[in-house]
């Protein structure tokens, strides 16, 4: 594979528990107030090398400041994050961070990210694919593939939650602490 065009991130979003899988409301990087919805629900996929699940299909608001009223008494967890971030055409090549995703017509944007949050330390890993919705399976596995025999992510791919889940539905399971 050539020289790798993923870039970097680290920073702490906090995030309103509400116990809902289906909604995710975020200040990202504690600043820009984030709406996310989840509007469908696709086919059991599976990726291979244990990677299985239910794609989900979200809509974001950014900032939604005007779209969420927030109670005081609001719960709100602290998700520390180092985000690699990638991107890959249909056929699994990568290709640079820097492009819009109009560059590409199909594909996959990838994070695998290590999270600390409240007591626990994990790896995660989101897909992102767009592009028609006929491709966006192949774009999946294909991306999947890619980073399965990457080397450089070797020891973070074993160390992944497994449990395929959206954010919002995985920190209901942490036990956040009211802030």
């Given at each position: 594979m050539s020289e790798k065009?993923?870039?970097?991130?680290?920073?702490?979003?906090?995030?309103?528990?509400?116990?809902?899988?289906?909604?995710?409301?975020?200040?990202?990087?504690?600043?820009?107030?984030?709406?996310?919805?989840?509007?469908?629900?696709?086919?059991?996929?599976d990726l291979g090398d244990g990677l299985a699940g239910v794609p989900e299909q979200w809509r974001k608001w950014s900032p939604a400041e005007d779209l969420v009223q927030i109670d005081s008494s609001s719960r709100w967890i602290d998700v520390h994050k180092v985000i690699i971030k990638r991107r890959f055409s249909i056929d699994g090549n990568e290709v640079p961070s820097s492009h819009g995703s109009t560059a590409v017509l199909s594909g996959c944007d990838?994070?695998?990210?290590?999270?600390?949050?409240?007591?626990?330390?994990?790896?995660?890993?989101?897909?992102?694919?767009?592009?028609?919705?006929?491709?966006?399976?192949?774009?999946?596995?294909?991306s999947w593939k890619a980073l399965a025999v990457d080397a450089t992510l070797a020891a973070p791919l074993r160390g992944l939650d497994r449990r395929a889940m959206s954010y919002p539905e995985w920190l209901a399971t942490v036990g956040p602490r009211v802030r």
């Open positions: 065009t993923g870039v970097v991130e680290q920073r702490c979003d906090s995030y309103l528990v509400d116990n809902r899988g289906d909604i995710g409301v975020k200040l990202r990087a504690r600043t820009t107030l984030e709406l996310k919805v989840r509007q469908s629900l696709g086919e059991w996929i990838v994070e695998v990210a290590h999270v600390d949050v409240e007591d626990r330390s994990v790896w995660t890993i989101a897909f992102a694919a767009y592009g028609p919705p006929d491709g966006r399976r192949a774009a999946l596995a294909t």
